[in-house]
Structure formats: structure tokens, C-alpha cells
């Protein structure tokens, strides 16, 4: 027995054709349109991810820098004290001492980006570095709104003021 092939011809007749109306997008067009729609929320998703980046590791050095400059603040009192010291040490071996650990002292803050404002007796007063603790009348030869004297030095890191500078003031 053998079986014989049935043939079967396709009449393009018969098959029902799916016609889309000219108004409306066909398949392709509509996966067309949602292949750009996603695409562009990608772009907008990438972008906003790429910003919050931006922002936590603008946030991160922000507060590592203000947490260094915390501890710092609180170690400059023993930098003063140590700067006492060594005005009122009386022979020259402990003011030897004395120095290297301020020196020392002030490596370690060099390092961490803190430098020292520089303020002297006779300067203008400069409310953005200087604090007025003491004001003393003009006497001859002084100008008026000059520093007096340096009580504290003050420091800052980068342009940031951490420790504004104590200093007696000149005025009328």
C-alpha cells in the first residue's frame, strides 16, 4: 500500500487578508513607536540615574570633608595650647620640644588641606577671617578698625573659614 501525497495549492483567493485601513499604523510602525518610546525613557531613566550619582558622591565628599573639619576644630585647642606653652617655657630645650610638636602639629594639617590665616598685630580688620573679641582705644600711631593683637589664630581648609581668627580690635 502506499500512501499518496496529498498536494495541497493555495489559492490566494481563499486566505483572508489582513489589511490594516490607511489611518491606522500597521504592526511594525506601532512596535516601531513603542521601541522609540522606551528608548526615550532609557535616555531619561540613564540620565536621572547618572544625576542622583552625581549628587550622592557630591553629598559623600561633602560630608567627609565637613566630618574632617568637625575633628580638626576639636583638635585645635591643643595646637593653642601648645602655643602657650611654648611662650611661657623658660629654657631653651623644652621650647626645642615644644616647637617639633607644633611643627609636627601643623604637618598633620597641611596634610588634611588646613592652613593658618594669616593675621598680625597692625592689619585691617577683616570680618570674613577675624572675629573681634577685645576692643581697645586708638592710642598714638594706631589706625582706627586694626588688630591690636592675635588671641587665637584662626584656620581655614581650602576657602572654607573653620576657625576664625580672635584678635583685639582698634576703635575710637
Known sequence: MSKKKEETTVNPEDEEVLETPANEPSELEKAQALAEDYKRKW?????????????N????????????????????????NFGY???????EKTRAGIDKVIKSFNTVLKSLGVEEI????????????????????????????????????????????????????VAE
Do not use: C, H, T, W
Open 43 to 55: 535616555y531619561a531613566v540613564s540620565a536621572e540615574y547618572d544625576n542622583y550619582r552625581k549628587r
Open 57 to 80: 558622591a557630591a553629598s559623600v565628599s561633602k560630608a567627609y570633608a565637613d566630618g574632617a573639619a568637625e575633628a580638626i576644630i576639636k583638635l585645635l585647642p591643643v595646637a593653642d
Open 85 to 91: 606653652a611654648l611662650d611661657s617655657a623658660s629654657d
Open 118 to 169: 594669616p593675621v598680625n598685630p597692625g592689619d585691617k580688620f577683616d570680618e570674613s577671617v577675624m572675629e573681634a573679641v577685645l576692643n581697645f582705644p586708638a592710642e598714638q600711631g594706631e589706625e582706627n578698625n586694626s588688630v591690636k593683637q592675635v588671641l587665637k589664630k584662626g584656620y581655614r581648609s581650602g576657602e572654607k573659614v573653620i576657625r576664625f581668627a580672635q584678635v583685639a580690635v
